[in-house]
């Protein structure tokens, strides 16, 4: 089994311009979810997709922050008019439950640095 | 709401020696999830060991074992003869009837030769 990956590792972008990441999760993992984690803290949830609907969302997640699975398999995370305190690192993790609630497995995340 | 508090911003320790690296809680769910995870610098997050809130056995696993509190809400880590490769960045979380995780701040571990 693959971990979850993400693309691209890093990215540097001026402020006002879209990016968007992408995330794969492990195959057969049918949860996907996205965290935001700045320096010196603990990774903050964003939001979270069962296959392809996405169930939950925080308050984090401006109108500015979108994020798809369309197919239920890999995800986007689209953040558009960036601002300097979007630079973060954009974490994804996946699941697969089998029971309430099962063990998150994280991909190596985006560092976003928005000059 | 939950919450999770490491108060310990940085921890060392000598190889082969014993630490335990502490965290609280809170929560109003009846049923929940404890974890610690290790991020490495400059690596992606792994988990460590997991604790199922309704399970009064502590975890385990090989040099890593939990002291889980439940009615002080506590959940401290021991790491057991720590090893170079235990350096890292330890984050305790918590996962109630959303299935989103609610991490501390982390604590940072250094391992001495």
């Known amino acids: 089994d693959t971990g979850v990956s993400q693309d691209p590792r890093h990215k540097i972008t001026k402020r006002g311009q879209n990016v968007t990441f992408r995330c794969d999760p492990i195959s057969e993992h049918n949860r996907l979810y996205w965290y935001r984690q700045t320096l010196g803290q603990g990774p903050e949830f964003l939001t979270y997709?069962?296959?392809?609907?996405?169930?939950?969302k925080s308050r984090l997640l401006s109108d500015r922050f979108s994020a798809e699975r369309p197919k239920g398999s890999f995800s986007t995370l689209e953040i558009q008019r960036t601002e300097q305190g979007d630079s973060a690192m954009y974490l994804c993790?996946?699941?697969?439950?089998?029971?309430?609630?099962?063990?998150?497995?994280f991909g190596p995340g985006t560092r976003l640095l928005v000059l | 709401a939950q919450t999770v508090t490491q108060s310990q911003p940085e921890m060392s320790v000598q190889e082969a020696e014993t630490v335990t690296l502490s965290c609280t809680y809170d929560?109003?769910?009846?049923?929940?999830?404890l974890f610690w995870y290790k991020q490495p610098p400059s690596r992606q997050m792994i988990l460590v060991i997991r604790?199922?809130?309704?399970?009064?056995q502590n975890a385990t696993e090989n040099r890593f074992s939990v002291n889980f509190q439940k009615a002080a809400k506590s959940f401290s880590l021991k790491i057991s003869d720590s090893q170079l490769g235990d350096a890292a960045m330890y984050f305790c979380a918590t996962q109630g009837g959303s299935e989103k995780l609610v991490f501390g701040k982390g604590t940072k571990l250094t391992v001495n030769p």
């Open positions: 604790q199922e809130a309704y399970k009064q």
């Open positions: 997709f069962q296959n392809e609907a996405q169930l939950e």
């Open positions: 929560t109003s769910e009846s049923d929940y999830y």
């Open positions: 993790a996946s699941s697969h439950p089998r029971g309430l609630q099962e063990t998150q497995y």
